[in-house]
């Protein structure tokens, strides 16, 4: 599995591609090419944008995708996503990655996933899991960057390691359901990115939360290239 959470990866990232880069304290900063649509190096696509998005999710190609290329793929990824809309406890969204091509965003309610403060999946979860990576199957050449949040309860670095654990017992889940281990990208935010008030019970529960940005791989950018030249 990999994962990009390390403070020294991104910092040596930025030092060498950035003239500036701006990060948290976690060291989690967007290092995404300004306007060219492609991920600076190899890996780096994974990595958070410094806004909470999917603007720095996606396979790190080098080079900007054709246009009637991303149309092939924004085809494939809008019948995932309706099919995905069936699932129970997940909220799906269509988003855009680095690459500028159509993405897909599944956002499972932690609250459903996790007890609080705790990294072990429910039956519930399991199932729901199990139903996720069943509808991805025919779906194969698309890589999945997997984000844990939690809500702003306890100390920063508890929260930290709990978000990346719970990021960690999905991949693993997943995984075990016939998702290969190189499709698998965790990262764990802690309380960086809230969508609810954390001064509110209501807020904190949906701010405990795991979300799976679903995006093309090189093989399938590859392949809608190769459809766009005929």
Request: glycine letters at 10%; aromatic letters at 4%.
């Amino acid at each position: 599995m990999k994962n990009f959470l390390t403070k020294g990866l991104v910092v040596i990232l930025c030092g060498a591609l950035l003239t500036s880069c701006s990060m948290s304290k976690t060291g989690k900063g967007a290092l995404i090419g300004a306007g060219s649509g492609a991920a600076i190096g190899a890996g780096v696509g994974a990595l958070i944008g410094k806004d909470g998005t999917s603007t720095a999710v996606g396979a790190a190609v080098g080079t900007a995708v054709g246009a009637t290329a991303g149309a092939i793929i924004g085809k494939q990824m809008d019948k995932k996503a309706a099919e995905l809309e069936a699932l129970e406890n997940a909220k799906v969204e269509t988003i855009t990655d680095a690459n500028n091509l159509q993405a897909i965003k599944v956002t499972f309610d932690s609250g459903i996933l996790f007890a609080t403060n705790s990294s072990t999946l429910s039956a519930e979860s399991k199932t729901a899991l199990s139903e996720f990576a069943n509808t991805m199957k025919d779906l194969p050449d698309t890589d999945f960057t997997i984000q844990g949040h939690t809500d702003n309860t306890g100390t920063y670095e508890v929260n930290e390691r709990v978000s990346l654990e719970r990021a960690k017992a999905v991949s693993s889940y997943l995984q075990s359901c016939g998702i290969a281990t190189s499709r698998l990208t965790e990262v764990g935010l802690a309380y960086d990115y809230p969508v609810a008030d954390n001064s509110t019970a209501e807020g904190r529960r949906q701010n405990r939360r795991v979300e799976v940005y679903i995006t093309a791989n090189e093989e399938m950018i590859k392949n809608a290239e190769a459809e766009a030249g005929k």
